[in-house]
């Protein structure tokens, strides 16, 4: 996907980035994949307006994306490519071998008839998915799990990707770009190296993200912040300090310890 950058005509359109629309292959939507998207227009359950400046805007369908992609070792094509309202990213609509149909999110180098797969078996190839232990250390990854089945949670919106950095154990450790500060990593350790993750990268849009802060990891962050324990990010190792290396290796330890519980 191009991007198109608007001239500074009014406030409103300077620094405007918008992605351009001629890879969509398809305006109408499939059907049998939409759910109602209700919108409040800023009143409560008693009719009374209680959030200003909410309303109008065009009504839109909820696209029912598969993030799971459990249908392991069925082949199948991709029919279009389509626009959906409710993400940056573009979303790709396959149909597989038995006739079932699903929305994906389209990486970028994904056309039109192209066969995917999803499973252990599948080839570590674009719009294909893969447990992470299946999948080449370096490659460029998105849509990935924090837990095996749950459903991807990270790198999911248009130019967001990670990289598969190294394996330990039963953890897999990635690294992805933090957009606000390009030479900046972050590394996150994914619950179990099952977790799936896609081939290549998302559409590259330029999108005005939060940096990702630095946080100490031991006992008492965890259980006073209510943090889920896989969402662990953190500055990338080199550019720790001693102690903070030590209380990051102390929390990968002890994450061994207490994953079961």
Not at 59 to 75: E, L, P, S
Request: proline share 5%; net charge positive; with cysteine.
């Amino acid at each position: 996907m191009a991007v198109r950058k608007f001239k500074p005509v009014t406030a409103g359109t300077r620094h405007k980035i918008i992605g351009t629309y001629e890879e969509i292959t398809r305006t109408a939507p499939e059907k049998s994949l939409l759910s109602p998207k209700k919108s409040s227009g800023g009143r409560n359950n008693t009719g009374k307006m209680t959030v200003r400046y909410i309303g109008g805007g065009h009504k839109q369908m909820y696209r029912n994306v598969d993030f799971k992609r459990a249908k392991d070792g069925i082949a199948a094509t991709v029919k279009s490519i389509e626009y959906d309202p409710n993400r940056t990213a573009r979303i790709a609509l396959l149909v597989y071998a038995d006739g079932e149909k699903s929305y994906i999110i389209a990486p970028n180098g994904l056309k039109v008839g192209s066969t995917v797969m999803s499973g252990a078996e599948a080839a570590p190839e674009v719009g294909n998915a893969l447990p992470l232990n299946k999948i080449p250390v370096g490659t460029l990854i998105h849509n990935i799990e924090l837990r095996p089945g749950q459903g991807a949670m990270m790198a999911r919106s248009a130019g967001t990707f990670a990289q598969l950095t190294s394996r330990d154990g039963d953890y897999a450790i990635i690294k992805y770009l933090d957009h606000e500060e390009k030479e900046r990593f972050g590394v996150s350790i994914c619950w179990d190296d099952t977790c799936n993750g896609l081939g290549e990268e998302f559409y590259v849009i330029p999108l005005n993200s939060q940096s990702i802060r630095e946080q100490r990891f031991d006992d008492n962050f965890y259980e006073h912040q209510h943090i889920p324990l896989p969402l662990a990010t953190l500055a990338k190792l080199d550019d720790l300090d001693e102690n903070m290396r030590k209380n990051y290796l102390a929390f990968v330890e002890w994450l061994k310890l207490n994953r079961n519980k």
